[in-house]
């Protein structure tokens, strides 16, 4: 028996022993790669200086052309994440902010996102490799009723979360095999599908008075960046479009574009424009909240 038990301790140390080293090699890893997507790119770099940071989900991905803004001498980059809650697009603003990056205004879609305080843990997990290097990462996920495990448990979140941080994202991160969400200025064009379903129902989403929503506009009030939230546009055939009324009555400030782009030629899906409306619509917030003046641009 005392032979079992010291056999038994002996597994379990080095089974800890290997789930520690594993643990420092994925994250190793991780603190050195930035070209794999948005958040490692955000973390691994040092600060920069924007005139429009663009954050939100993939309505804010595929619907604002970062480029189009570069045109016009604004330095400019889509953080939007597809996937993504204002639980992700709050962090990565922190994130931001800890690197002491200097951002003059932030577009944020706000919109569908609204309805929800949850995590998407497909783009929540990619912050989990960083959890014991930002202070910043730890204090987000510190009320998440796995914060403990995440934490404390070697190895455990790439574990967990295997699909968007294992071992196959960790050897092409290894490898520093680019993907093309850093492409265009994180601008992610969609093309027409012909088999698109052009309908949706909305009629079951609420508003609510979101806690990371409030988050985000605090951080922009106390580091001085402007905040311009918007709705962004729906296809035609959409029901519960009142939705958006909602979501205005509740935040007036937030600008409802919902109208903005009309026609199911200029969507990928009801909830998506396509390229070409996503030119359509961002031509229409420069026109709408960029002034031109001795090749300056202010916000109105």
Not at 62 to 77: D, R, S, T, W
Not at 260 to 269: I, L, P, R, T
Not at 279 to 298: P, S, V
Request: some cysteine; charged content about 20%.
């Amino acid at each position: 028996m005392k032979r079992f038990l010291i056999f038994t301790i002996k597994i379990l140390l080095l089974t800890f022993f290997v789930l520690v080293v594993l643990d420092l090699v994925y994250t190793k890893v991780y603190l050195e790669s930035s070209n794999r997507g948005k958040i490692g790119y955000v973390y691994n770099s040092k600060a920069r200086i924007y005139d429009v940071v663009i954050l939100g989900s993939s309505r804010a991905n595929n619907h604002f052309v970062a480029p189009m803004f570069e045109n016009k001498g604004l330095k400019a980059f889509n953080y939007g994440m597809s996937g993504g809650h204002l639980f992700e697009a709050s962090l990565l603003l922190k994130l931001m902010i800890e690197r002491k990056y200097e951002i003059k205004n932030v577009i944020l879609e706000a919109d569908l996102n609204l309805s929800n305080e949850k995590e998407s843990e497909s783009v929540a997990s990619k912050f989990l490799p960083y959890i014991h290097n930002s202070e910043v990462i730890a204090s987000h996920f510190a009320q998440q009723p796995d914060f403990w495990a995440l934490y404390y448990i070697p190895f455990y979140r790439y574990i967990a979360f295997e699909p968007g941080i294992g071992f196959r994202e960790m050897y092409d991160a290894a490898r520093e095999k680019p993907t093309n969400l850093l492409d265009h200025l994180g601008y992610y064009p969609l093309g027409k599908n012909p088999n698109a379903n052009m309908k949706n129902d909305l009629t079951h989403l609420k508003p609510l008075h979101n806690k990371y929503y409030e988050e985000i506009k605090h951080l922009c009030k106390v580091n001085h960046i402007n905040l311009i939230a918007v709705m962004t546009p729906m296809c035609s055939n959409t029901k519960g479009l009142d939705y958006f009324e909602k979501v205005h009555q509740m935040y007036p400030e937030i600008h409802n574009y919902e109208k903005a782009v009309e026609g199911d030629q200029y969507f990928s899906s009801c909830g998506h424009m396509n390229d070409a409306g996503a030119r359509k619509f961002t031509a229409t917030i420069l026109k709408d909240f960029f002034n031109e003046a001795k090749g300056i641009y202010k916000v109105k």
